[in-house]
């Protein structure tokens, strides 16, 4: 009688897409540094278009990184060259793509120690992971990736996990009140590999916008919706980060 | 021709006199004339001689007078009114004599209280007229009339709708002080009850205010037991719900927050129960609910939107009353009794939800309810002096007893009230009352508070001042304290920003006068002057144009800040004939006070009120509107039509994913910009009769422009909904069973569609175009109820009856909101995607609250 959700159909009104998404974060990790660029589409479950021939590079301090398309993944863009993002230098993105150059600058964030995490039990020994304890922290905001993986113990179909989640320093009415969340279930023994990424202010406000609008949208406390903001220029998406981050692999127990 | 001392027969004729008044027939039409040629051409066509002092009537005034075949009795009747003379026959010849002061008609005051005979209740908006004349008052808010009128007999007659109408024969030699009772017609038979007349009808309405009253509330189908006051709200032309499950409302297009209820003077900043369900005002403790949409009177505001105005009732002054309802989801209890008979009485209300049964199998962990407590006092000291005490305590508390987690609320008002008459023209009604509301959200040791108190004293007058003038003035001292928001939090997570509790200080002074032309010209003009002050200590800051901190301000105690705005009202009331009306209104309305939400959700959610204050000016707004009332008197109906156009400035509007909770930068959060709307609103009401009820159409339009959003071009605003359709209907099936049917179809509420999507690590992100570019489907409700009568006697003394009701029987799914951003799960509802490698495709998802709802309530009274 009270409160009923499901699933529809609804026809949206499309926008002018098509536009260059871009879907980078460099590190200070020593590596070949990646940057994938799409393009924007209609529908909600559509496939993004790769963006194949442009051309990439990252500027910083006099020194130019460049970015070459990878062969067997549409859209990845790799540098040529291993190399770390530094402390208090400026890193420019420069795309060029169809006769226009797409420009966005970021510079290093700093990272905190990972803390402790643990998992929950379920009654049938089971494990799930809540990140409450995560969401506020008024002075090192983070972004978590947390790549689980139980092939080893399972043959099930679904053996891989991908969970983000994030520390801001600021509260949402959303975030507190969140609408109810696909509960990620692994078996004790899992593999977890975490990446924690340091966040900027810019950055982290991207993020923000981001959680607002796919992770905690849809609960009973929503807010008006709006576009996330980009720090790409020439009216693209997306946004170019450089993030201090920390790895950590455990066992799930 | 004129001398001192001189004294002029005019000589015209004088033999057939006598004969002439009943033969002849006098027709003139002349303009601007001396009137000694009117004297001339009438002594010409009538045969009859004038005489009079020239000093005293100057022959030479000129006039403009037209009589058509008239006798000469009447001409010289019509002749007289114009030059304020009167006349006399003395043997045929007639003598025109100047009305000196001393001879106009003496006036004096007729004044007291209308109250119900068997409760002693005071009756507010009954009706005071005089016996074959247009002339008549009203009693005010509590009971009260005061009319001139000229010494002599007169008869009175009393009326109220719902009981029987009295006359009373005077004699006004002096001033007199009456007080009556009517006598109520027994309960729910609307087809016997006393209608007003229509001059009395129309009389009684005044631009943009529409009463609501209690018994129209309770005669509603009911959701879970209760009627609920924004329900009732909704049914009107120009008041909008937000949806299913919420408190909130919109009237004319104006925000939430611009909506003022008072219970009594004092502010109730959130009248809702169970995040809207229910209502804080008890039903059976309002006396009447009005409601002002436009030409809000000077002595109240400050809300641009509308101002709710409950007064509740004093209780029986005569004897023991025990009356209650009984729901399997809510009880609610009553208790009237005379403290001193006819004197002083209390009145006690209590009311408590009882459905943990309900949830007791699902989630025995949820301890969830919510209880009224309402008391009001009131005593006659004298014929002089009154006073009342009302208190009204109202809370809400939802939690998990496992995880701690819950949120609850709290509505705390009082008033003291003082009633003095300082004579048969001076009323006043002095009054201290609070008005404070608290918020509370605890999700294990992590406690979110924020509240809002008002202290306030008033004092209104009410000047009678003659029969065609009233004048009501007064003055208002209010200091407001806002807890924006506090955080107690788990210390392992992290220290909370501070944020400083602010007060303000307003105050204002109002006049308002209304005055009536003639018997169909009525015309009210006023002005409220209001001072708001932000007093220190205080800690605000400076933004510049990027809305970043320029400067940070740390003031000492007293004043630091201040708004003295002006905010004139104009009414003009024009009757076209006996049955219909024309009324037109402008007015400038200002708000101080202002929540802080970028939540569309229909929730109560984190409340934040904020003050105006240097970075926040005061929000305008001014309201230009045009109603028509005609009553048909055949089908008995009433049609009301009304069109308006109001602009908004200093709307509050919100950058994209503004951080509005525990942020001490909050207003560089805020955007401001400007709002317009504009509708026609009709409405077919049948008020008497078996079958009775109105039907409501609106045509409303809202949108905003704020600077720097949607590209600064104009949206529709979330409450533009541009048809809306209501319709109610009572029908007595039998002598004690009756029907009662509620039909309301509206356009569904805007929302911002996403236009496109794209990919960031491996999640989907929406792209939005322009702001609230969708809309949800429009919004469809059919609620119906039977009450049976259990009393087979109406004049019974223990009353009772069953009411079975459904809410939404048609089961229409009223979509609340939609969401892109869910995978759907096999017979669950659909969730938010977790894990990013799951390729479960995302859906659409819509929600909605209430499909049916059927409930069964016993009441009663002793």
């Known amino acids: ?253 | 021709m004129r001398k001192p001392g001189f004294i002029l027969f005019f000589l015209l004729g004088s033999v057939y006199w006598a004969q002439a008044q009943h033969t002849a027939n006098i027709t003139i039409d002349v303009s601007n004339v001396p009137l000694n040629e009117v004297l001339n051409e009438i002594s010409r066509q009538s045969g009859a001689d004038f005489s009079f002092n020239p000093q005293q009537i100057d022959p030479q005034q000129t006039i403009s007078y037209k009589v058509k075949n008239a006798r000469l009795e009447r001409a010289l009747t019509i002749l007289c009114k114009k030059i304020n003379s009167e006349y006399t026959v003395i043997e045929g010849q007639i003598i025109l004599k100047l009305i000196k002061e001393k001879d106009l008609p003496l006036f004096y005051t007729l004044s007291g209280f209308v109250g119900d005979k068997t409760t002693g209740e005071s009756l507010i908006g009954a009706s005071v007229s005089i016996s074959g004349t247009p002339r008549g008052v009203f009693t005010n808010a509590f009971g009260y009339y005061s009319i001139q009128l000229e010494a002599g007999p007169h008869e009175l007659v009393y009326s109220y709708v719902g009981y029987e109408l009295e006359r009373e024969k005077i004699e006004l030699k002096t001033n007199v002080v009456k007080n009556l009772s009517l006598k109520s017609v027994p309960i729910d038979l609307p087809d016997v009850i006393i209608g007003l007349s229509l001059k009395t009808k129309l009389e009684s309405r005044h631009a943009g205010e529409k009463e609501l009253k209690p018994n129209e509330l309770l005669n509603m189908p009911e959701f879970a037991g209760e009627s609920g006051l924004v329900k009732g709200l909704q049914s009107l032309p120009g008041v909008k719900i937000h949806s299913d499950g919420s408190a909130f409302f919109y009237v004319r297009g104006g925000e939430r927050d611009q909506n003022l209820v008072i219970i009594d003077d004092a502010p109730i900043y959130n009248p809702s129960h169970l995040f809207g369900f229910y209502s804080t005002v008890i039903p059976d403790f309002a006396k009447s609910i009005k409601v002002y949409k436009s030409d809000i009177p000077t002595d109240l505001g400050d809300r641009l939107s509308s101002i709710v105005s409950i007064r509740t009732k004093d209780g029986n002054l005569n004897k023991f009353e025990f009356s209650g309802a009984i729901n399997p989801l809510i009880n609610r209890f009553s208790i009237e009794t005379p403290i001193v008979k006819k004197k002083g009485s209390i009145l006690v209300s209590w009311r408590r939800s009882n459905f943990e049964w309900l949830y007791r199998k699902t989630a025995p962990e949820s301890k969830i309810g919510f209880g009224d407590f309402n008391f009001k006092w009131n005593h006659k000291l004298n014929r002089k002096n009154r006073i009342f005490f009302t208190t009204i305590f109202s809370g809400d508390s939802f939690t998990n007893s496992v995880n701690n987690t819950g949120i609850g609320w709290a509505n705390f008002a009082m008033t003291l009230r003082w009633n003095h008459i300082f004579g048969p023209k001076l009323f006043s009604n002095t009054t201290i009352y609070t008005g404070n509301y608290g918020y509370r959200l605890s999700f294990a040791n992590n406690i979110w508070q924020s509240g809002i108190g008002t202290l306030s004293f008033k004092t209104d007058f009410t000047h009678y001042l003659s029969p065609q003038y009233k004048a009501k003035f007064g003055l208002e001292s209010q200091g407001y304290f806002i807890n924006p928001g506090i955080f107690t939090l788990d210390p392992s997570i992290g220290i909370l920003p501070e944020i400083n509790a602010n007060s303000s200080r307003k105050f204002t002074l109002y006049y308002q006068g209304t005055y009536e032309f003639s018997k169909r010209l009525k015309a009210r003009a006023g002005l409220r002057m209001v001072n708001w002050s932000n007093q220190g200590p205080a800690t605000w800051y400076r933004f510049d144009e990027n809305h970043t901190v320029q400067d940070t301000v740390n003031t000492g105690v007293g004043e630091y800040h201040n708004y003295l705005k002006l905010d004139p009202r104009f009414s003009i009331q024009y009757d076209l004939d006996s049955t219909s009306q024309l009324k037109s209104s402008f007015g400038w309305y200002h708000q101080y006070l202002q929540l802080i939400s970028n939540s569309e959700s229909p929730f109560t959610s984190f409340e934040v009120w904020l003050p105006a204050s240097p970075n926040i000016k005061p929000q305008a707004a001014w309201q230009l509107d045009l109603s028509y009332l005609k009553y048909l008197t055949k089908p008995k109906l009433e049609l009301t039509a009304a069109v308006y156009y109001k602009k908004y400035f200093n709307q509050i509007d919100y950058r994209p994913h503004p951080t509005t909770l525990l942020n001490p930068l909050i207003e560089g959060e805020l955007r401001f910009g400007s709002m317009h709307s504009y509708g026609l609103e009709l409405m077919l009401k049948k008020e008497l009769g078996r079958l009775n009820g109105w039907v409501g159409y609106t045509y409303s339009r809202v949108k905003r422009n704020t600077p720097g959003l949607n590209n600064d071009a104009d949206y529709p605003a979330f409450q533009d909904r541009p048809h809306d359709f209501s319709m109610m209907l009572n029908y007595r099936l039998k002598r004690r069973t009756f029907l009662s049917a509620y039909l309301t179809i509206f356009s569904g509420s805007t929302f911002s569609a996403p236009t496109g999507f794209y990919t960031y690590n491996d999640q989907t992100i929406p792209i939005f175009d322009e702001k609230n570019n969708g809309r949800l489907p429009s919004y469809q409700r059919l609620d119906l109820a039977i009450k049976f009568i259990l009393n087979k006697n109406p004049e019974a003394k223990y009353k009772h009856s069953l009411t079975f009701s459904v809410y939404n029987f048609l089961a229409h799914k009223n979509i609340l909101f939609v969401n892109f951003n869910k995978i759907p799960r096999d017979d669950a509802k659909p969730v938010v995607k977790a894990n990013l490698f799951n390729e479960t495709a995302l859906t659409a998802s819509q929600t909605d609250l209430i499909r049916f709802f059927p409930s069964l309530t016993y009441k009663f009274k002793l």
């Open chain 1, 1 to 253: 009688m009270l409160s009923c959700e499901e699933a529809t159909d609804w026809e949206l009104e499309t926008g002018e897409n098509g536009k260059l998404v871009v879907d980078a974060i460099l590190t200070d990790e020593i590596d070949h540094q990646k940057i994938r660029l799409s393009l924007s589409y209609d529908e909600l479950n559509g496939i993004a278009p790769k963006v194949l021939d442009a051309n990439v590079w990252v500027e910083v301090n006099g020194a130019v990184f460049p970015f070459t398309a990878d062969e067997n993944n549409f859209g990845l863009y790799i540098s040529d060259d291993p190399f770390e993002v530094l402390n208090n230098l400026n890193y420019q993105l420069n795309i060029e793509w169809q006769g226009q150059l797409y420009q966005a600058d970021s510079k290093l964030s700093t990272v905190f120690p990972i803390p402790a995490i643990t998992f929950e039990q379920r009654t049938d020994s089971t494990l799930t992971f809540q990140e409450v304890p995560f969401l506020y922290n008024p002075n090192q905001q983070a972004m978590y990736e947390m790549e689980i993986d139980w092939s080893h113990l399972s043959n099930d179909s679904i053996t891989r996990a991908k969970i983000v989640f994030f520390t801001f320093s600021t509260l949402q009415e959303s975030e507190l009140i969140r609408p109810s969340r696909e509960t990620v279930i692994f078996p004790k023994g899992s593999r977890v590999f975490l990446t924690k990424y340091g966040l900027n202010e810019d950055f982290a406000e991207y993020l923000r916008a981001l959680a607002i609008e796919i992770y905690w949208d849809g609960g009973a406390f929503y807010s008006a919706s709006s576009s996330l903001p980009t720090n790409i220029s020439s009216d693209a998406l997306g946004y170019f980060s450089t993030c201090a981050v920390l790895r950590d692999t455990l066992i799930a127990e």
